[in-house]
């Protein structure tokens, strides 16, 4: 039972953040130009791609969930695949994590330097 309730709070600490994370960074894209029509498709399909990662992470963790507080409140054993499930939606997660849910980094000022030029 520990097993299971440590399944759900490892689904609950990262993929979830991670999920909203990613909902913020789904239609960011730096250096994307509206002008050209290759830009537009590519932009397309990789907002279609992000949405369908966020879409695998909320039904593998909706059914993680599900399956662990089902299996703790009958107090069974956690079927095999549910442990699948969860590194499926862990490395998942991080990808999203690594990929578009982070902020955008601002370019770094240089520095002026004290001496007159």
Known sequence: ML??????????????????MGARGLLKRP?????????????????LLRALV???VL????????????AAIREVQLHGLVYVFFALDVL???????????REQRPVR??????AR
């Open 3 to 20: 097993v299971d309730l440590l399944v759900a709070a490892g689904v609950v600490l990262f993929p979830l953040p991670a999920l909203v």
């Open 31 to 47: 250096g994307y130009n509206p002008d050209e029509p290759s830009d537009r498709v590519s932009y397309v399909l990789l907002v």
């Open 54 to 56: 966020l879409l695998l």
């Open 59 to 70: 039904a593998l963790s909706a059914v993680i969930l599900v399956s662990t507080i089902g």
């Open 92 to 102: 998942l997660a991080l990808l999203i994590v690594l990929s578009f849910g982070r």
């Open 110 to 115: 240089r520095r002026a330097t004290p001496a």
